[in-house]
Nanobody, 121 residues
């Protein structure tokens, strides 16, 4: 069993720079591929960023240049640094343990509970 716990969300002003954390525990190996998704009300859950075990990264076009993803393998934690936030970034952000391929990231059924990020204008 795998547990993923997100933290770091909240109410942020436009232009703000919060950092989300996802701590993984349970039956995991070090250096798992990980991803961050988000889901706004009435919309589907979309990939925001992913990081491979080797440190390769990919980002949704809407966040390129504003968000970065990183990992601390010693802590089994993945971070999503969000900069220059916009109201349209408002969503519930979810962490996922999946598989990073060269062309895409495939999510698994392991999801965190999500953390709400609300960006005020």
């Amino acid at each position: 069993q795998v547990q993923l716990v997100e933290s770091g969300g909240g109410l942020v002003q436009a232009g703000g720079s919060p950092r989300l954390s996802c701590a993984a525990s349970g039956s995991i190996y070090n250096n798992n591929d990980m991803g961050w998704y988000r889901q706004a009300p009435g919309k589907q859950r979309d990939l925001v960023a992913a990081i491979s075990s080797g440190g390769s990264t990919r980002f949704a076009d809407s966040v390129k240049g504003r968000f970065t993803i990183s990992r601390d393998n010693a802590k089994n934690t993945v971070y999503l640094q969000m900069n220059s936030l916009k109201p349209e970034d408002t969503a519930v952000y979810y962490c996922n343990l999946g598989t990073y391929y060269s062309a895409y990231y495939r999510p698994s059924n392991y999801w965190g509970q999500g953390t709400q990020v609300t960006v005020s204008s």
